[in-house]
């Protein structure tokens, strides 16, 4: 198994920063095989369905992100600690959702849109920009 535990949200105002961090743990038989695959954010926000915020790859060299964060938030991960991080800036009211880390059984990231090759997921660290 591979624990995820979501921290840094808060309460911002509009066009505030927030930078939240997932640090993944994995159990001694999971930590060589699945330390480098896949990971992203996705949030859900009241009355809405979930969505992909960010996705990294292996080795952090490729990036993905949803259209409306594009230039705001800065995804990236820290392998040696197994830590991954998403940077916001400029928020948005729109912005305010549950955000949860999830790490995929793949390498690669071009799918993660999809959640099909998600096998953890966090329990989330809640976000809210105020107006």
């Known amino acids: 198994q591979v624990q995820l535990v979501e921290s840094g949200g808060g309460s911002v105002e509009t066009g505030g920063s927030l930078t939240l961090a997932c640090a993944a743990t994995?159990?001694?038989?999971?930590?060589?095989?699945?330390?480098?695959?896949?990971m992203a954010w996705f949030r859900q926000a009241p009355g809405k369905e979930r969505e992909g915020v960010a996705a990294?790859?292996?080795?952090?060299?490729?990036?993905y992100y949803v259209e409306s964060v594009k230039g705001r938030f800065t995804i990236s991960r820290d392998n040696t600690k197994n830590l991954l991080s998403l940077h916001m800036s400029g928020l948005k009211p729109e912005d305010t959702a549950m955000y949860f880390c999830?790490?995929?059984?793949?390498?690669?990231?071009?799918?993660?849109?999809?959640?099909?090759?998600?096998?953890?997921w966090g329990r989330g660290t809640q976000v809210t920009v105020s107006s």
């Open positions: 999830a790490k995929y059984q793949q390498y690669g990231c071009n799918d993660w849109m999809s959640t099909g090759g998600i096998a953890w």
């Open positions: 994995p159990s001694p038989s999971y930590r060589y095989r699945y330390d480098h695959t896949c």
């Open positions: 990294i790859g292996f080795g952090g060299v490729s990036t």
